[in-house]
């Protein structure tokens, strides 16, 4: 008797939640379509939500409009239409092609050309500046020099390791 | 010294567009309805709900639509302004009482005083949404023909009304 009490008491949370599930019942299909339509929609009360996810009350409200004007037989683009003609293009947040999206839509690609643009230029240069060094005679020796040197001490160092060498290599 | 001078200079401008950034206000959504005719609306009025109100009836004048919400704080802090504006009659304020009780309405103008020439009661939203209300208090300045020249999104304070907005009704009242 006492695990059930329990576990109807686990189950209460979930019948809070009964406010936000009745409009789904109605209808699924539709529900379905408004979620979708509204998913690709901006709240316009806490900016980073979209309309399907938010609680607020105004998206409330627009999810009932929307909900209605779908039951009327209204198109996805009639409705988009409709709110855009209300809200602005802020609404959606896959925004049009305007004179005044033309950086939103380009500007990361005039970035990307330039980032490329600035690389290759880098590249070339040090190219440039890599083949130009030419080594004097002193260079040469002293090259030479390091070089032999290293190989004295790995020679005397592979001897101490007790490792022969062939001297013919 | 060119290794220098282009970081700094993409660092400014860089560093200009977020100063520029940092100052905008991502809540004022420039509204599309600035220009065009105000929607129409049929409403009961908020102490008379036998009585209706719609802005046909405004034709010919220039005037403020404010609205406004009991469950609103921003509003409070506004309404000082209008409760002044209304007392120098300069313009005719109407008001809406947007997602209220009507009884909750009433009572909030009882305490803070009532600027309006009428005010109309928008229970459930819906002219709300018609004219793109998002976050009350919001207000319109709406000209002799009916269209819409001005929203203000947010509170309106002394230094709005006398630099924004009697400007533009002065102008518009002299048309």
Known sequence: ?169 | MMRFILPFVVFMIMAAFMYVGLNLNPHEVPSPLVGRAAPAFTLPQLHEPSKQFSPQDMKGKVWLFNVWASWCTACEHEHPVFMDLARKNIVPIYGMDYKDQRADGEAWLRKHGNPYVLVVSDAEGRVGIDYGVYGVPETYVIDKQGVIQHKQIGAVTPEILDEKILPLIRELQAK
């Open chain 1, 1 to 169: 008797m006492k695990y059930l009490l329990i576990m109807l008491a686990c189950l209460l949370p979930v019948a809070s939640f009964a406010g936000e599930a009745q409009d789904m019942a109605a209808d699924p299909v539709l529900e379905k379509r408004m979620i979708g339509l509204a998913e690709n929609l901006r709240c316009l009360v806490c900016q980073n939500e979209s309309l399907a996810s938010s609680h607020a009350d105004l998206a409330e409200d627009l999810r009932r409009e929307v909900r209605e004007q779908m039951q009327k037989g209204l198109s996805d683009q009639e409705i988009i239409d409709y709110l855009v003609s209300r809200y602005g293009d802020f609404v959606l947040y896959d925004p049009p092609v305007k004179r005044t999206t033309l950086v939103l839509w380009y500007g990361p690609f005039v970035l990307l050309l330039v980032g490329i643009g600035m690389l290759l230029f880098q590249l070339r240069k040090r190219r440039s500046r890599v083949m130009d060094m030419e080594l004097t005679d002193e260079d040469v020796r002293r090259a030479a020099e390091l070089l032999n040197q290293t190989a004295e001490t790995a020679q005397t160092a592979d001897e101490s390791a007790g490792i022969k060498k062939d001297p013919k290599a």
